[in-house]
């Protein structure tokens, strides 16, 4: 990739924005201290989150601009790239960021839990947008951090620290899930949006050449991340998004199975699926019955 800037290490990116390395795995950056620079394309190998104090618009990561206003949150995890729309182009960074590195987590309980926090792997235009209370938060949790960076490193610092984040990660979950509640109306939009998607794609010819419909699919359709997705269908349904889907195949094979001039085979492979066995085991484990039995049942 062309006019690429990569960051492996806390160092590296500390280096790029005129901020001393503390610690070689964890760093609160103040990007106000860089220097002008030009617009590039960036990779990180570290767990990134931006604190955007003012608006701006360049940042790119997938097919979409981060829509920053003030006091807005960007998560971005290891091996990502961010791309901006116009390279070149020289400004003045703000903001702060907080960067670390998967390493400072081992023998950590956040190790484990990382996956939960599934905003790192969210779209650019699905970031947090905070109230300034929120932002206080935010702040406050990135001061003690910063505290614990200017300490003496201890046998307590690494878990102090890693608490720490923790504990700014599950203050931004709650803010996630007031977003969520916030925006109902956006989600609900885009449920039913969901909801027409996956019935339209049953009334093509999509089954047979891509198969079952995915939470990939239906994702990349929607501009959504996967992961946003997800945790949209969770909050609204209760249900996973793959369990959403799946209630829908549920759906659409017992109209299908009505018609008893067609065969089990012939609806599995209407469905999408690529082997009758394969339908028949998933239509049991759903419905307790076999097609062949929910036909004989339903038609009695």
Excluded: W
């Amino acid at each position: 990739m062309e006019n690429l800037r990569r960051f492996e290490t806390i160092q590296d990116y500390n280096e790029f924005n005129n901020n001393e390395t503390l610690h070689p795995l964890v760093s609160v950056v103040d990007v106000s201290k860089a220097d002008p620079r030009s617009a590039s394309n960036m990779y990180f190998g570290f767990y990134t989150v931006f604190l955007k104090e003012v608006k701006c618009g360049d940042l790119r990561y997938g097919r979409n601009t981060y829509d920053y206003q003030e006091g807005t949150l960007a998560f971005i995890g290891p091996g990502q790239v961010i791309r901006v729309d116009n390279p070149g182009e020289v400004y003045q960074p703000k903001g702060t960021a907080l960067i670390f590195h998967p390493d400072l987590l081992q023998g950590t309980s956040l190790a484990g839990q990382m996956q939960q926090y599934t905003f790192f792997g969210y779209e650019s235009h699905e970031a947090l947008h905070l109230s300034e209370r929120e932002r206080k938060i935010v702040l406050d949790c990135f001061a003690k951090i910063q505290y614990e960076l200017e300490q003496a490193i201890d046998k307590h610092s690494k878990k102090l620290i890693a608490s720490n984040i923790e504990l700014f990660l599950n203050y931004c979950t709650r803010f996630y899930d007031r977003q969520f509640i916030t925006r109902e109306n956006v989600h609900q939009g885009i449920m039913h949006r969901m909801e027409n998607l996956i019935n339209d794609y049953f009334r093509s010819e999509k089954p047979r050449k891509l198969g079952l419909p995915s939470v990939a699919y239906c994702a990349d359709v929607l501009n959504l991340s996967a992961n946003y997705l997800g945790d949209l269908v969770k909050k609204e349904t209760g249900k996973s998004a793959q369990e959403y889907i799946q209630a829908k195949i549920i759906t659409e094979a017992k109209e299908r199975i009505f018609d008893v001039q067609k065969s089990v085979s012939e609806v599995a492979y209407e469905l999408g699926f690529k082997y009758p066995q394969h339908f028949t085991r998933f239509f049991k484990q759903q419905v307790g019955q076999t097609p062949g039995e929910y036909r004989t049942g339903v038609n009695n």
